[in-house]
């Protein structure tokens, strides 16, 4: 299993943090693979330091990778979770009250965006 974690709204508007596991099938001695899950695109993205986003929805759904610094995200509910380079995230909050995100590490940060259809 590949662990990711979902944001996404409810019925009411609300965000929250689901953990999600994507199955591995095992492919001999090139590793686990995944199915193939479809995809549209792929951004490349760099924010500085300082990068504090008060409330806001995804432009999309879409894959995060994170691929250095860390971040912090807040839903709509006030849970907050940390996320680092490698973390995997699913961002489906295109609607309701959205989600905070800001950088904890005064680097520039890098992530690749895997947007869905």
Known sequence: ?????????????????????IPLNEAGSIG??????????????????SYD???????QKQYIILLDGEIEIETSLGQKRIFKAGDVLLVEDTTGKGHKTKNLRPIKRRSIFITLP
């Open 1 to 21: 299993m590949f662990p990711i974690t979902r944001v996404y709204s409810d019925s009411n508007g609300d965000s929250h943090f689901e953990d999600v596991e």
């Open 32 to 49: 686990r693979l995944s199915e193939v899950l479809p995809a549209t695109g792929v951004v490349f993205r760099e924010v500085e330091p």
């Open 53 to 59: 986003w008060d409330f806001h929805t995804a432009p």
